[in-house]
């Protein structure tokens, strides 16, 4: 498969954006305006989303934040497109050929943060080819968007971070991770910027020479 450019949106999740959420905070509000309109820019230019959903389980000493079978594990109202696909955190590498020319959106659902935890989107990562590059939005930036934008990188693909569309979730070591990722190539801007129409290149008028008739 070969995409310019691909949306990942990791951890949209109850817990993290909505004002019930265990992690909820106004910051995380406004950059979940910049994550919907990633998301609206996505869908009118064609360009394909794939989503990860954490799901933790409670008791086994792992995060305390989406948890299965809790609200704040659910995706946040109006994320998910009409046409879209679910996978769910079974440990297998099958996927659909070309699944992303089916569907505009592709849902993956894990219990690591780290979105390569999947099989099934390591999978997908080898059914592209190395022109395409990833536009990543979403919850913890120094967790799972770091892990996930460094290994993308590794794997040399492009990365751009939505810098006013990921939550830190208050971690100190946020600055720590995005510098990180400054290291390794990650590329940081605005959402304004990532989906500003192409500048038109003005062509110069070349001036006509003009025939003088002599008497």
């Known amino acids: 498969m070969s995409y310019e450019r691909i949306l990942l949106d990791m951890e ?3 817990d993290f954006f909505c004002s019930s959420g265990r992690f909820y905070s106004k ?3 406004q950059a979940l305006k910049q994550i ?3 998301l609206r820019w996505a869908k009118t230019q064609s360009v394909p989303v794939i989503s990860t959903l954490l799901r933790t389980v409670s008791g086994t000493g792992g995060p305390h934040y989406c948890i299965e079978g809790t609200p704040g594990e659910l995706r946040v109202p109006r994320t998910v497109f009409p046409n879209h696909r679910a996978f769910g955190t079974r440990r297998t590498t099958d996927l659909p050929q070309d699944i992303l020319e089916h569907y505009p959106q592709v849902l993956f659902e894990k219990r690591d943060t780290n979105a390569l ?3 099934r989107i390591e999978r997908l990562l080898t059914q592209l080819n190395g022109n395409t590059t990833f536009i990543l939005c ?5 967790d799972g968007i770091a892990q996930t934008a460094i290994a993308l990188r ?3 693909f492009g990365v751009i971070l939505a810098q006013d569309a990921v939550a830190d979730l208050g971690d100190p070591n946020a600055d720590m991770a995005l510098r990180r990722m400054l290291a390794k190539g990650v ?4 959402t304004s910027k990532i ?3 192409p500048k038109l290149v003005k062509r110069k008028h070349r001036l006509r020479a003009t025939a003088v008739h002599h008497a």
């Open 12 to 14: 949209v999740q109850a």
């Open 27 to 29: 910051k995380n509000g």
């Open 36 to 38: 919907k309109q990633l």
């Open 117 to 119: 935890s999947n099989l």
């Open 138 to 142: 979403g919850a913890g930036l120094a």
């Open 154 to 156: 590794t794997r040399k």
């Open 187 to 190: 590329i940081c801007c605005p």
């Open 195 to 197: 989906i500003a129409p």
